[in-house]
């Protein structure tokens, strides 16, 4: 009996452990998965973190999930890419202060052989047209992430409703989603970031970049406390500073990934 | 096949390169693991042992839900907590969302209907007879529960073994609840979640080695205390 009281007692030291949370001020932040994929917060957050004296909780999910959490004041601040859904969600009093962080872009990757020939195109709504008559594979997001939104937006200015067996909706994250397309020979819309961070893995090519209609600007914003009493908006203030100040932007520039710079800061430029 | 021997190969590294990161995943995975399955055995195995030994008008019912709910979905408990932990759900004042302790209530919701059920079964198949000689011999309710257990033990302990199984290998629970919070809620299933997510397929694969060998280790555990029990 005696073995069965010691495995009793330490399911309860074990049980109580769990319930203790610790007393250390906690920042929480959700995002997208590009920024916490590509490794950007791993540098980007200890600074800050020594400095104040905080630990930032990081909830990486698409962006109209990470939105959502700040809707329901689960988490204190949101950094996302989707800049109508952002407008929306300071419009409806969710957030505050939006302000610019950085940018990249998206690109079009897709087979090195390129058979839905979308190199030729000059601008992306035209390579959308061209994948849409191409019929060659293509992987959609299908989360309502920010890049999910992007290629729907672009969907929508080419005049095509996306159907049929060559569409496919992972409902998945970007690494995931360009691993399928390496697997199904098939294009897809990613973030620069990701790209760059998984290209050395599958043979996929950019097939189509540089346009302003897949620009993708990042925002970071605090969720309203008006809305939120127990959300901690000057704590979230002061990362947004940092984020947004000399300090955080020079972190944002010198990161890169297999020797390339993966964000542009921009938050000099006014929103 | 070379996929899977890179697989094995990370899965060694990360076990005996002794990555703080790594064992501060496992660690969460098991405590919270363990803390639910042993509150859900706290309140399950009295409650299967009462439906087994007592009948009631309506138990048919009573038994064909907790059938039902054997087969609850994980994200289903967890979007369904998630509603009652958010901020704006009635508990949220209790800041359990987003911590260990908020993953574990969900992981005791998901045990609970798995330790009831199969207690109950446990106890039902054992030996008639031990219910009658109990009574005849003048046990009081009590003493007549406890011999009852002490005779079924290895059943009840499988009931709790699958339920241990059950939560430690969930992810859906974890994610919605826990955020797969880096050095805080991360746990094996949702690490491996986002590495797979990531597209890092080998780490992912790594871990799930991790994992199945820790379920390894626990059950080791509990079945050498089983044997060890005259």
């Given at each position: 009996m005696r073995k069965v009281l010691v495995l009793v007692a330490v399911f309860a030291l074990l049980a109580f452990m769990t319930c203790s949370v610790g007393a250390e001020t906690r920042l929480r932040m959700s995002t997208t998965t590009s920024t916490e994929d590509s490794g950007l917060l791993t540098v980007l957050l200890p600074p800050f973190e020594k400095a104040a004296g905080v630990k930032v909780d990081v909830i990486s999910v698409g962006t109209g999930k990470a939105l959502k959490l700040g809707e329901n004041g689960d988490v204190d601040v949101v950094l996302v890419h989707a800049r109508a859904a952002e407008d929306k969600f300071v419009a409806e009093g969710y957030g505050v202060d939006r302000r610019d962080v950085m940018y990249n872009d998206f690109v079009v990757v897709g087979p090195k052989d390129d058979p839905a020939g979308?190199?030729?195109?000059?601008t992306a709504v035209e390579a959308f047209k061209m994948l849409a008559e191409g019929k060659a594979p293509f992987i959609s997001r299908?989360?309502?992430s920010g890049t999910h939104k992007m290629e729907q937006s672009l969907w929508k200015k080419a005049g095509v409703v996306p159907k049929g067996?060559?569409?496919?909706?992972?409902?998945?994250?970007m690494g995931a989603v360009l691993q399928m397309a390496f697997d199904k020979k098939g294009y897809t819309l990613a973030d620069r970031g990701s790209f760059i961070a998984q290209e050395g893995k599958?043979?996929?090519?950019?097939?189509f970049e540089g346009d302003k209609d897949i620009f993708n600007p990042y925002g970071i914003i605090a969720v309203n406390p008006k809305k939120h009493?127990?959300?901690q908006y000057d704590l979230a203030m002061k990362f947004i500073d940092y984020v947004t100040g000399p300090e955080g932007q020079k972190v944002i520039a010198d990161f890169k990934l297999n020797g390339k710079q993966l964000f542009f800061p921009s938050a000099a430029k006014k929103p | 096949m070379d996929f899977l021997i890179k697989a094995f190969y990370s899965a060694w590294s990360l076990i005996f390169g002794f990555d703080p990161e790594v064992y501060f995943i496992v660690w969460t995975s098991v405590k919270v693991a363990t803390s639910a399955t042993f509150l859900a055995s706290v309140v399950g195995v009295p409650v299967g042992l009462v439906l087994a030994l007592r009948d009631f008008r309506g138990k048919p019912l009573v038994m064909v839900i907790l059938n039902t709910l054997m087969a609850l979905p994980t994200v289903a408990v967890g979007l369904l907590l998630y509603a009652f932990l958010?901020?704006?759900?009635?508990?949220?004042?209790?800041?359990?969302?987003?911590t260990p302790a908020g993953i574990a209530a969900g992981l005791f919701v998901l045990a609970l209907p798995t330790v009831i059920n199969l207690t109950l079964t446990a106890i039902r198949s054992a030996d008639p007879r031990l219910f009658v000689t109990c009574k005849l011999l003048g046990a009081t309710p009590v003493q007549q529960a406890w011999k009852i257990l002490r005779e079924t033990r290895f059943a009840v302990t499988a009931a709790i073994v699958v339920a241990l199984g059950r939560v430690i290998s969930e992810v859906g629970i974890a994610m919605m609840?826990?955020?797969?919070?880096?050095?805080?809620?991360?746990?094996m299933t949702t690490a491996i979640a986002l590495e797979t997510g990531k597209g890092e397929f080998e780490l992912g694969l790594a871990l799930g080695m991790i994992l199945l060998m820790v379920a390894f280790g626990i059950n080791a555990v509990l079945s050498l205390l089983q044997r060890g029990e005259g």
């Amino acid at each position: 009996m005696r073995k069965v009281l010691v495995l009793v007692a330490v399911f309860a030291l074990l049980a109580f452990m769990t319930c203790s949370v610790g007393a250390e001020t906690r920042l929480r932040m959700s995002t997208t998965t590009s920024t916490e994929d590509s490794g950007l917060l791993t540098v980007l957050l200890p600074p800050f973190e020594k400095a104040a004296g905080v630990k930032v909780d990081v909830i990486s999910v698409g962006t109209g999930k990470a939105l959502k959490l700040g809707e329901n004041g689960d988490v204190d601040v949101v950094l996302v890419h989707a800049r109508a859904a952002e407008d929306k969600f300071v419009a409806e009093g969710y957030g505050v202060d939006r302000r610019d962080v950085m940018y990249n872009d998206f690109v079009v990757v897709g087979p090195k052989d390129d058979p839905a020939g979308v190199k030729k195109a000059k601008t992306a709504v035209e390579a959308f047209k061209m994948l849409a008559e191409g019929k060659a594979p293509f992987i959609s997001r299908g989360d309502d992430s920010g890049t999910h939104k992007m290629e729907q937006s672009l969907w929508k200015k080419a005049g095509v409703v996306p159907k049929g067996s060559w569409y496919v909706e992972a409902g998945q994250g970007m690494g995931a989603v360009l691993q399928m397309a390496f697997d199904k020979k098939g294009y897809t819309l990613a973030d620069r970031g990701s790209f760059i961070a998984q290209e050395g893995k599958l043979d996929l090519a950019i097939v189509f970049e540089g346009d302003k209609d897949i620009f993708n600007p990042y925002g970071i914003i605090a969720v309203n406390p008006k809305k939120h009493p127990k959300t901690q908006y000057d704590l979230a203030m002061k990362f947004i500073d940092y984020v947004t100040g000399p300090e955080g932007q020079k972190v944002i520039a010198d990161f890169k990934l297999n020797g390339k710079q993966l964000f542009f800061p921009s938050a000099a430029k006014k929103p | 096949m070379d996929f899977l021997i890179k697989a094995f190969y990370s899965a060694w590294s990360l076990i005996f390169g002794f990555d703080p990161e790594v064992y501060f995943i496992v660690w969460t995975s098991v405590k919270v693991a363990t803390s639910a399955t042993f509150l859900a055995s706290v309140v399950g195995v009295p409650v299967g042992l009462v439906l087994a030994l007592r009948d009631f008008r309506g138990k048919p019912l009573v038994m064909v839900i907790l059938n039902t709910l054997m087969a609850l979905p994980t994200v289903a408990v967890g979007l369904l907590l998630y509603a009652f932990l958010s901020r704006r759900g009635p508990l949220g004042e209790l800041g359990l969302l987003f911590t260990p302790a908020g993953i574990a209530a969900g992981l005791f919701v998901l045990a609970l209907p798995t330790v009831i059920n199969l207690t109950l079964t446990a106890i039902r198949s054992a030996d008639p007879r031990l219910f009658v000689t109990c009574k005849l011999l003048g046990a009081t309710p009590v003493q007549q529960a406890w011999k009852i257990l002490r005779e079924t033990r290895f059943a009840v302990t499988a009931a709790i073994v699958v339920a241990l199984g059950r939560v430690i290998s969930e992810v859906g629970i974890a994610m919605m609840l826990g955020g797969n919070i880096k050095g805080f809620t991360r746990t094996m299933t949702t690490a491996i979640a986002l590495e797979t997510g990531k597209g890092e397929f080998e780490l992912g694969l790594a871990l799930g080695m991790i994992l199945l060998m820790v379920a390894f280790g626990i059950n080791a555990v509990l079945s050498l205390l089983q044997r060890g029990e005259g």
